[in-house]
């Protein structure tokens, strides 16, 4: 049955109410036609519920605006939603990402995440690329869908609506790495869902890194704004030290924009349930207002949390992964790197779940209170622990 407006209704009761399912809810596809994103295609879903977002099928298949019942969710920063043709990867010493970051979802990857790097290239066979550059989180943000479907399926009473297309990042002498993406809501719903596979279209042995780079921004995030997780350890804070209290700033309780504030960044390593899933959430109990998130622990083993509080790009970032924060090198020399045969894939999925009102709130809090407990100070000391991921390096293919 479809919940909708305080009511179960079946496909017959919608059936006979409007002529057309898109009256409460659908997927639209649009291309914006102004500014930085003038060209980029995009989904419009609407369940129903009040929950409304935008799949940008342009710019990786990332969600681009987030809002629930008029009620932002996700980030915008002030570059907009850039399109690829302006994006230049190699801009400003590695540093152009930033210049087309924005999102409540900005996906990283597909052969390295993190700051800026450079690994060495053997594995390409070609001798005048020795090394491969990496510029700040990978190129896969950036990379334009090919759009295999999208619309509603019916499944008995239950109404899904759906989307998937597939993406290519590839290079001759280069990683061929295919990124299929498929993205879920129910009408009527609260919840949006990712499955996504990456595979190794390619014949050489490829190192891939992903990293979900989920933005919060206001409502949901303000002063008194609390993040939930099953923190079994604080693994590292990168302003650790002389300046980890200098800001004011702990990991847990978060402050209304700052002017002049320094990115924080920390990793924490989040416990899972009997099941492997591991659940967290951002919540503005003053609003009652909140996101959750769940991801599977083997998939997506790390947890990094990212504090920009800066007036004007005022965001928090909650990013399963799938390496430590360290990096290419340290996931190199730890036998952590993941590295893809031909035809060998990873499959990631996350469910991200709105949390309207206290009730759904403190259900949340219990859920994840019940899987491990959090420090209950801001400023936890951290361990320096990160703690061993099973070696995930391919034995080469049979020739």
């Known amino acids: 049955m479809v919940a909708l407006y305080g009511r179960e209704l079946s496909r017959l009761d919608l059936a006979r109410r409007a002529g057309s399912l898109a009256q409460f809810a659908g997927v639209r596809l649009v291309t914006l036609g102004d500014g930085v994103e003038r060209g980029i295609r995009a989904l419009q879903f609407r369940t129903g519920s009040g929950l409304a977002f935008t799949v940008l099928v342009d710019r990786a298949m990332d969600i681009g605006d987030c809002e629930h019942g008029g009620r932002a969710i996700g980030w915008q920063s002030a570059s907009g939603f850039r399109h690829p043709g302006l ?36 594995h390409y ?45 590839a290079a001759v002498f280069g990683e061929d790495l295919h990124l299929i993406r498929r993205i879920e809501a129910d009408v009527g719903g609260d919840e949006i869902r990712i499955h996504d596979r990456v595979v190794n279209h390619g014949f050489y042995a490829t190192p891939h890194m992903v990293l979900y780079h989920l933005n919060v921004g206001y409502p949901v995030l303000d002063a008194g704004t609390r993040l939930l997780a099953p923190i079994a350890d604080v693994v590292m804070a990168a302003h650790a030290g002389e300046a980890y209290r200098r800001q004011g700033v702990g990991y847990r309780t978060l402050p209304a924009p700052r002017d002049g504030f320094t990115e924080q960044v920390w990793e924490h390593d989040l416990a899972a349930d009997a099941e492997g899933r591991v659940p967290y959430a951002v919540v503005n109990d003053a609003l009652g207002f909140g996101l959750a998130v769940e991801v599977t622990k083997a998939q997506l083993p790390c947890f990094t949390e990212w504090q920009h509080f800066q007036a004007g790009a005022y965001a928090l970032g909650i990013e399963p992964g799938s390496n430590h924060v360290p990096g290419h090198a340290f996931a190199r020399e730890r036998g952590e790197l993941i590295v893809l045969q031909h035809g060998e894939e990873r499959a990631y999925d996350l469910t991200l779940r709105v949390l309207d009102g206290a009730g759904a709130i403190a259900a949340a809090e219990a859920r994840i209170r019940a899987v491990g407990a959090q420090p209950d100070e801001d400023y936890p000391e951290p361990s320096g622990r990160f703690a061993p991921l099973r070696s995930r390096s391919s034995p080469p293919a049979p020739r």
């Open 87 to 122: 994006h230049e990867t190699e801009g400003e010493g590695g540093l152009g990402f930033l210049r087309s970051f924005s999102g409540l979802l900005v996906t990283c990857g597909l052969d390295h995440v993190g700051f800026n790097a450079e690994e060495p290239a053997a």
């Open 125 to 169: 066979h070609y001798g005048p690329r020795s090394s491969v550059k990496h510029t700040i989180h990978g190129r896969i943000a950036t990379v334009p869908a090919r759009l295999t479907g999208y619309g509603e399926r019916w499944d008995g009473d239950r109404c899904i609506l759906w989307c998937e297309g597939i993406l290519q990042q």
